[in-house]
């Protein structure tokens, strides 16, 4: 069993055409692939009142609760919402580095996502957050390069990214994480 994986979608990610109709929430905790597993749909699929919903159903299935949260669109409205945790899309922009700190403001862990994959200039990223090695995206780039200046200057998490049952998985991640010599930080 994996340890950990908090980056992974369900049906509740109404906009992502990536996600298929069997990827619910009752599933990937039936599956329970990882001794940690948090759910982390995309908020603005939430914020239309589906919120209520999605935080009751993945409280039930005893999963942590999260959010993706796509930049400074929407960083200040998800910064008030009841979660374990917060999945970031730090593009770079000044925009999305001032939204971030708002978002640390609100005293919940705050995780990249796939920074290699949005161009995030990890020198402009506050030490205490987690940098994610994205299973889905951490081999589409010169990832060793992108990653090993920040070594010690982050703790790092592993995400699936699951949109599909069969994603559920963390294999590309854990082999960067090692190449590395990068220890996977466990959030709960
Ligand atoms: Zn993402
Ligand atoms: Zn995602």
């Known amino acids: 069993m994996l340890k950990q994986d908090l980056h992974i979608h369900t049906t509740y990610s109404t906009s992502d055409s990536a996600v298929v109709p069997e990827q619910t929430i009752a599933l990937v905790a039936a599956v329970k692939h990882a001794r940690i597993v948090g759910i982390s ?3 603005e699929n939430l914020a239309n009142g589906q919120f209520r919903g999605y935080s009751n159903e993945v409280r039930k299935a005893g999963l942590k609760l ?3 949260i796509d930049g400074h669109a929407w960083a200040n409205e998800a910064a008030r ?9 730090c593009r770079d922009q000044d925009d999305d580095y001032r939204a971030l700190e708002n978002l640390l403001a609100a005293n919940r862990p705050v995780i990249i996502a796939h ?3 949005l161009g995030t200039d990890l020198n402009r990223v506050p030490t205490e957050c987690l940098i994610e090695i994205n299973n889905r995206y951490i081999w589409r780039s010169d990832w060793e390069t992108f990653y090993r200046p ?5 703790r790092f998490v592993l995400g699936s990214d699951a949109h599909q049952p069969n994603w559920l998985s ?3 991640a854990l082999y960067a994480a090692s190449r590395l010599g990068v220890e ?5």
């Open 66 to 68: 999260g959010l993706e």
């Open 184 to 188: 996977e930080y466990l959030l709960f």
């Open 115 to 117: 920074p290699n994959a």
């Open 41 to 43: 749909d995309h908020f």
């Open 150 to 154: 920040f070594k010690k200057k982050f």
């Open 170 to 172: 963390l294999t590309i």
């Open 81 to 89: 919402y009841d979660v374990d945790y917060f999945i970031y899309h």
